[in-house]
């Protein structure tokens, strides 16, 4: 009931103004409701009952619960948004808003995962727990910083925490990166797993061989859905339209190029096996590159350790019987090259694409962390038809209010508090950068909503009520937003399943937000 009463009031006006002391009335009008004449009556009965409240000492007992009821705001629905709302409702009162600029939650979960790897996918069913919380809310098709700002959720709120990754991809800087055929690998997977703004992308792939610089997940990721055969996704959540591209894919070698060594590639083991197992495929890895690297792996932390022996082996092992046979019948290869750096983009001789990679041979200096590569002054060109780059991803500045370290692309902060902001905090790769898994995430996202937690134990975010969503909504509906709740996201869900079950393909996914939108009636 208070948090009702509460909402009731911030719905009022706006900018919102704490109430009136106790024992006085608070005062009305700022409603259409309430500025009607017919309303007058319903009006003086309403006063009247807060006014024998009052006396009765039960308004007071009301700003009491209301007082201890945080309202907090996350803003991006993502793995990092869900984690950090996940351990900000175990405070008993807290009632926590999750903001998102798509129509529709999860973030990288939706448009980032592979759709091969369905698995991965089921934290989604932790984060819907979390969505059907009763004190939890989702508010989709809001984007924060054009539809309403960071300084207007730090108004009606508590506490905002700033959830809302990495929605960028680093430039190569290199010459020929704006030619035709070269896009990012972040944009090439926004592409296959529908994410709107990438709906247009539209890649060529009628050319034999594909470049990816970079060695990471993503990287193997792009490679693995260029080469696994075609009727292997089918059964996937890949978009259609991006099923239909890959079906008629002439792409048959997709080499990873990397700055620096074995030692060095940031993929995982799950990743690489995933990739020398892959149908219809061989590696292919130069054993020069793998030379005295045994002698190495002593130094090296045990999960890198057995990363590094697998790529021995796959390298300098010869196969069984079974497995050479299986390679000899590849139709389709994928290799790694180390120690090269991208240094130009070439064009076709017409100027309307790319034709191929130069690269700078390198060698590595230093130890440990340190280790960088270094030019040696030789160069090769590496002929390809397309080039995805896969050099990191990379957070944006949200607000002007809000401090950004444009280099690092992070929000500057101490544990997840931003730097010199109280009430304002950040978690997941906008608060570290664009590493780790969604386990990684997880921690750190727990991190931060457990900071935030102790803030306001410690009375350190600010006292009094606060409208929470009642103030946002009413902004919202003056600037004609129409916020999609997580209900309508259920309705939207189980749209793109039924769409799905006439190809057995597990959900057909909605990649118009302005279909989405139609079919919610908005």
Same mark, same amino acid.
């Not at 079974?322 to 017409?350: C, K, M, N, T």
């Given at each position: *009931?208070?948090?009702?009463?509460?909402?009731?009031?911030?719905?009022?006006?706006?900018?919102?103004?704490?109430?009136?002391?106790?024992? !006085?009335?608070?005062?009305?009008?700022? !409603?259409? $409701?309430?500025?009607?004449?017919?309303?007058?009556?319903?009006?003086?009965?309403?006063?009247?009952?807060?006014?024998?409240?009052?006396?009765?000492?039960?308004?007071?007992?009301?700003?009491?619960?209301?007082?201890?009821?945080?309202?907090?705001?996350?803003?991006?629905?993502?793995?990092?948004?869900? /984690?950090?709302?996940?351990?900000?409702?175990?405070?008993?009162?807290?009632?926590?808003?999750?903001? $998102?600029?798509?129509?529709?939650?999860?973030?990288?979960?939706?448009?980032?995962?592979?759709?091969?790897?369905? $698995?991965?996918?089921?934290?989604?069913?932790?984060?819907?727990?979390?969505?059907?919380?009763?004190?939890?809310?989702?508010?989709?098709?809001?984007?924060?910083?054009?539809?309403?700002?960071?300084?207007?959720?730090?108004?009606? /709120?508590?506490?905002?925490?700033?959830? /809302?990754?990495?929605?960028?991809?680093?430039?190569?800087?290199?010459?020929?990166?704006?030619?035709?055929?070269?896009?990012?690998?972040?944009?090439?997977?926004?592409?296959?797993?529908?994410?709107?703004?990438?709906?247009?992308?539209?890649?060529?792939?009628?050319?034999?061989?594909?470049?990816?610089?970079?060695?990471?997940?993503?990287?193997?990721?792009?490679?693995? =859905?260029?080469?696994?055969?075609?009727?292997?996704?089918?059964?996937?959540?890949?978009?259609?339209?991006?099923?239909?591209?890959?079906?008629?894919?002439?792409?048959?070698?997709?080499?990873?190029?990397?700055?620096?060594?074995?030692?060095?590639?940031?993929?995982? =083991?799950?990743?690489?096996?995933?990739?020398?197992?892959?149908?219809?495929?061989?590696? =292919?890895?130069?054993?020069?590159?793998?030379?005295?690297?045994?002698?190495?792996?002593?130094?090296?932390?045990? #999960?890198?350790?057995?990363?590094?022996?697998? @790529?021995?082996?796959?390298? *300098?092992?010869?196969?069984?019987?079974?497995?050479?046979?299986?390679?000899?019948?590849?139709?389709?290869?994928?290799?790694?090259?180390?120690?090269?750096?991208?240094?130009?983009?070439?064009?076709? #001789?017409?100027?309307?694409?790319?034709?191929?990679?130069? @690269?700078?041979?390198?060698?590595?200096?230093?130890?440990?962390?340190?280790?960088?590569?270094?030019?040696?002054?030789? *160069?090769?060109?590496?002929?390809?038809?397309?080039?995805? !780059?896969?050099?990191?991803?990379?957070?944006?500045?949200?607000?002007?209010?809000?401090?950004?370290?444009?280099?690092?692309?992070? =929000?500057?902060?101490? $544990?997840?508090?931003?730097?010199?902001?109280?009430?304002? /905090?950040?978690?997941?790769?906008?608060?570290?950068?664009?590493?780790?898994?969604?386990?990684?995430?997880?921690?750190?996202?727990?991190?931060?909503?457990? *900071?935030?937690?102790?803030?306001?134990?410690?009375?350190?975010? #600010?006292?009094?009520?606060?409208?929470?969503?009642?103030?946002?909504?009413?902004?919202?509906?003056?600037?004609?937003?129409?916020?999609?709740?997580?209900?309508?996201?259920?309705?939207?869900?189980?749209?793109?399943?039924?769409?799905?079950?006439?190809?057995?393909?597990?959900?057909?996914?909605?990649?118009?937000?302005?279909?989405?939108?139609?079919?919610?009636?908005?």
């Amino acid at each position: *009931m208070a948090s009702r009463c509460w909402r009731w009031w911030g719905r009022s006006a706006w900018p919102w103004t704490p109430p009136l002391s106790v024992g !006085s009335i608070p005062t009305f009008g700022g !409603s259409d $409701e309430l500025r009607d004449p017919t309303n007058a009556k319903d009006l003086r009965s309403k006063r009247r009952r807060m006014q024998v409240r009052a006396k009765l000492g039960k308004f007071q007992l009301l700003l009491d619960i209301q007082e201890t009821t945080p309202q907090i705001c996350v803003v991006g629905s993502g793995p990092a948004g869900f /984690y950090t709302a996940q351990h900000l409702l175990k405070h008993p009162q807290a009632h926590v808003d999750i903001y $998102e600029k798509q129509p529709v939650p999860f973030g990288l979960v939706r448009f980032g995962v592979a759709p091969d790897h369905p $698995e991965v996918k089921n934290v989604i069913n932790t984060f819907t727990q979390t969505a059907h919380c009763g004190r939890c809310a989702f508010w989709g098709n809001v984007e924060v910083g054009r539809d309403v700002t960071v300084p207007e959720l730090r108004e009606a /709120y508590h506490a905002v925490v700033l959830s /809302y990754g990495a929605e960028d991809h680093r430039a190569l800087e290199i010459p020929g990166e704006e030619l035709p055929g070269v896009c990012s690998a972040r944009a090439f997977v926004g592409w296959y797993n529908g994410l709107p703004e990438n709906q247009e992308l539209k890649p060529d792939l009628s050319c034999d061989t594909a470049v990816i610089l970079g060695q990471g997940n993503v990287a193997l990721d792009v490679a693995r =859905i260029l080469l696994t055969p075609p009727e292997h996704l089918e059964k996937t959540d890949i978009t259609k339209a991006a099923l239909d591209v890959l079906r008629q894919s002439r792409v048959k070698t997709v080499w990873l190029v990397g700055r620096r060594g074995p030692l060095q590639v940031a993929f995982t =083991i799950k990743e690489l096996r995933e990739m020398i197992q892959l149908p219809g495929t061989r590696p =292919i890895l130069d054993p020069v590159d793998f030379l005295g690297l045994q002698d190495r792996l002593k130094e090296v932390p045990r #999960p890198r350790k057995r990363l590094t022996e697998l @790529l021995l082996r796959t390298a *300098m092992e010869k196969p069984g019987p079974e497995e050479a046979a299986r390679r000899a019948s590849a139709s389709r290869a994928w290799g790694l090259r180390f120690f090269r750096s991208p240094q130009q983009v070439l064009p076709s #001789p017409d100027g309307q694409g790319a034709a191929g990679v130069r @690269l700078a041979v390198t060698r590595l200096e230093g130890v440990g962390e340190a280790t960088r590569a270094v030019p040696t002054g030789a *160069m090769e060109d590496l002929p390809c038809g397309l080039v995805l !780059s896969s050099i990191g991803y990379k957070s944006r500045p949200i607000d002007p209010s809000v401090p950004f370290d444009s280099k690092l692309g992070v =929000i500057p902060n101490v $544990e997840g508090r931003v730097t010199d902001v109280p009430g304002l /905090y950040c978690s997941g790769w906008v608060k570290r950068g664009p590493t780790g898994v969604i386990a990684t995430t997880m921690t750190d996202s727990f991190l931060t909503g457990q *900071m935030l937690l102790q803030d306001l134990k410690a009375g350190l975010l #600010p006292s009094g009520p606060r409208p929470g969503s009642a103030a946002i909504q009413a902004l919202l509906s003056s600037r004609g937003v129409q916020p999609v709740s997580f209900s309508d996201w259920e309705k939207l869900d189980a749209e793109e399943v039924a769409r799905g079950q006439g190809t057995g393909r597990p959900r057909e996914k909605l990649v118009d937000p302005q279909e989405m939108l139609h079919l919610l009636g908005h």
